[in-house]
């Protein structure tokens, strides 16, 4: 008679928080708070400590608190795996959130799916889709911006603006040919005409040959795709031959976007989170922005755009994951699992709108992206003249 009523209690504690019982979510969190990338991972641990804060004193009708653990990786994938298996082993956490890198957050990404474990990536551009031959999507979930959206978001921007027509610039070998006839499949989706391909070495000191051929075609702005590391590059190519180009957010380096960007009238396409207090009235963004920069005292304001979109990034995951958690029906990593999956309303984070569902588990609407021109030290909207 005395197993039954303790039998009946334990099933309330892991399936019925919301009988007045508080429920723990342990979460890992996985940046670089040392090496080159500690201060994209040191602004994201702090905010992530502030969302958090802020999550716990929320009203709702589950009484969830969430649990914070947070370890370096130093940018190593040694380490990233050491982390995993602490925070498993551990910690036991119900949710794993992060990285700086994008090769870290594929790793990550790997790990979740091998083991079972809920993980929200936080960097990349890879979508987070069911492809054949390629990594299952069970367990892993986005808040970063995925290349699909932002191709979308840029062409459709231009088009709209009557900028046009374009050249595509990628790099040498099978990723930038893959990135090139994406652009070339969303620029005519949009109506967007385009010239010409170019194909760059990222060895290369310059792009200048490749922006000539362009201009020489015709184009009114090189789509230009790539990594970090060619950004300054680019601008200065840019600048040489007098061809403005348009970039993902995730090429931008801070330390050599001005003046040169701005001189070039460098165009991309921006999360809101980075426009900061100058997202546009009637965003669907705009208070969740509004919120984030109250939460860091203004301190956003001062963040770089690599801070940005990691902080950004990390802030939309643990709101994306709290939001799950009160709708799910067991608090589970299973349970809180299907609750994305079947998130009936999106969620309004920095980085855009998000919906996740079966068959896309990053969600992100390309329309709540902003393309933006860079004028002087700020981002204006890319208005039609």
């Not at 700086?100 to 929200?120: D, T």
């Not at 922006?211 to 300054?232: D, E």
């Not at 922005?289 to 301190?299: D, G, K, S």
């Not at 079966?358 to 204006?380: E, F, M, P, T």
Request: glycine content about 8%; aromatic content about 10%.
């Amino acid at each position: 008679m005395i197993l039954r009523p303790l039998l009946l209690f334990l099933i309330g504690l892991v399936f019925y928080p919301a009988l007045g019982l508080c429920y723990t979510i342990h979460v890992g969190l996985l940046l670089d708070l040392s090496g080159p990338g500690s201060f994209a991972g040191q602004a994201a641990a702090e905010t992530a400590r502030l969302a958090v804060e802020q999550l716990n004193r929320s009203k709702h009708g589950r009484n969830i608190q969430l649990e914070l653990h947070i370890l370096d990786t130093e940018g190593s994938r040694a380490i990233l795996l050491e982390n995993l298996k602490e925070l498993t082993e551990v910690y036991r956490v119900t949710c794993i959130i992060g990285t700086v890198h994008p090769a870290l957050a594929r790793s990550l990404r790997i790990y979740s799916e091998a083991n079972n474990k809920l993980a929200i990536l936080t960097s990349g551009e890879e979508p987070l889709v069911p492809t054949r031959g390629g990594y299952p999507v069970v367990w892993s979930f986005g808040t970063f911006i995925p290349r699909t959206a932002s191709m979308k978001a840029l062409c459709r921007a231009l088009k709209k603006n009557g900028i046009s027509p374009v050249g595509i610039m990628a790099p040498q070998g099978a990723w930038g040919e893959q990135v090139a006839l994406w652009l070339y499949g969303y620029a005519s989706e949009f109506g967007l005409p385009v010239v010409g391909m170019e194909y760059y070495d990222l060895g290369d000191v310059d792009g200048v040959a490749q922006m000539r051929a362009l201009k020489y075609k015709g184009a009114k702005l090189a789509l230009v795709w790539g990594p970090r590391t060619w950004f300054s590059t680019l601008l200065h190519s840019s600048l040489e031959v007098g061809l403005p180009a348009a970039v993902p957010v995730n090429m931008i380096q801070s330390d050599e976007m001005d003046p040169l960007a701005a001189t070039t009238g460098m165009i991309s396409v921006l999360p809101p989170v980075v426009m900061d207090k100058w997202v546009p009235y009637g965003h669907p963004c705009r208070q969740s922005v509004r919120r984030y920069r109250q939460a860091l005292f203004e301190q956003a304001s001062f963040f770089s755009m690599e801070e940005h979109l990691v902080a950004g990034a990390v802030w939309d995951a643990l709101n994306l994951l709290y939001k799950a958690a009160l709708e799910a029906e067991h608090l589970t990593s299973y349970g809180i699992r299907d609750s994305l999956e079947k998130m009936q309303e999106p969620f309004y984070g920095v980085m855009g709108v998000f919906r996740p569902r079966k068959g896309d588990h990053v969600g992100l609407r390309y329309n709540s992206l902003i393309v933006a021109k860079r004028d002087g030290r700020r981002w204006r909207l890319l208005k039609k003249r």
